[in-house]
């Protein structure tokens, strides 16, 4: 959508101030530990854009509060797996060889949209050692969310996900569907019959840049619209609006142990159906 559209189609600017206003009629409290997906244009025209929308977000938080957001970083992979777009094999050996290692403070999501961009570089907030699948946390619990992020399963036990799972977080769908809904994948560790893989990406070992392999599993968020609208007939999910935007926010442990549930009967079901 063209900025010219956006102004348009949008009431009266939004501000600072009034998503603040709308994210507390949502629901959102001081004091949460809030994981956000976000959509920037789904909002409407924002006064100040994504620096607006996160300061908004840390207004109601507070500092009691604890905001993450994942910064994901995919074009860091082997690319002998990359398919939009794929680039010739020849090429797979000097990308391996030359491309830069991860870095929390310099690289840059992919993918993931203007308002996770500002929040990743803003001075007080921590991000993830994962190369593919970090998380910035900011507030009262960022150091314990994002430390010792496993880099083997990134999205399991050992990452920011089941660190917001101990303390009971909550998920903010700003705009957008299940699909972007990164806590889901949490459940597809947990539930048996995941897909062993293996996956690399450059990280600075040992201080030296190496081209590194580590174990994971074969994940597929395409399934999650579907596995949310199933939440939704049986669980509570608060849905508002936020500037322009249509919003979810649920706790995420009753949908990560809906998701655990449905992913192991769908794998079952379909194991079944294999033989």
């Not at 403070?105 to 970090?134: C, K, Q, W, Y």
């Not at 990134?154 to 009971?168: I, N, T």
Request: with cysteine; aromatic share 6%.
């Amino acid at each position: 959508m063209s900025e010219h559209t956006m102004v348009q189609e949008t009431p009266e600017p939004r501000t600072r101030q009034s998503l603040a206003h709308d994210l507390r009629q949502l629901g959102v409290q001081p004091g949460m530990t809030l994981l956000v997906h976000s959509s920037l244009s789904s909002l409407g025209w924002v006064c100040g854009g994504a620096v607006a929308v996160v300061q908004a977000l840390m207004d109601v938080l507070t500092g009691e509060g604890t905001l993450i957001m994942p910064t994901q970083s995919g074009d860091l992979s082997d690319p002998t797996h990359w398919q939009r777009p794929p680039v010739p094999r020849e090429w797979w050996p000097i990308i391996q060889e030359t491309m830069p290692a991860y870095d929390p403070h310099l690289t840059p999501t992919r993918g993931m949209g203007a308002i996770v961009e500002v929040f990743r570089a803003h001075p007080d907030t921590l991000r993830s050692a994962h190369p593919n699948v970090s998380f910035a946390a900011w507030g009262k619990h960022a150091e314990r969310i994002i430390a010792h992020h496993s880099l083997d399963y990134g999205l399991g036990e050992g990452s920011p996900l089941a660190r917001m799972y101990e303390l009971d977080g909550s998920i903010l769908l700003l705009g957008v569907g299940y699909d972007s809904c990164t806590a889901l994948h949490l459940a597809e560790y947990r539930a048996p019959g995941g897909s062993e893989i293996e996956r690399a990406a450059p990280i600075i070992e040992n201080g030296q840049r190496v081209w590194k392999t580590y174990r994971d599993i074969d994940i597929d968020s395409d399934i999650f619209p579907e596995l949310g609208a199933d939440f939704e007939r049986s669980r509570a999910a608060i849905i508002g609006q936020v500037g322009s935007a249509t919003c979810r926010l649920l706790r995420q442990r009753p949908l990560v142990n809906f998701g655990v549930e449905w992913l192991t009967h769908r794998r079952q079901a379909n194991i079944s159906t294999a033989k």
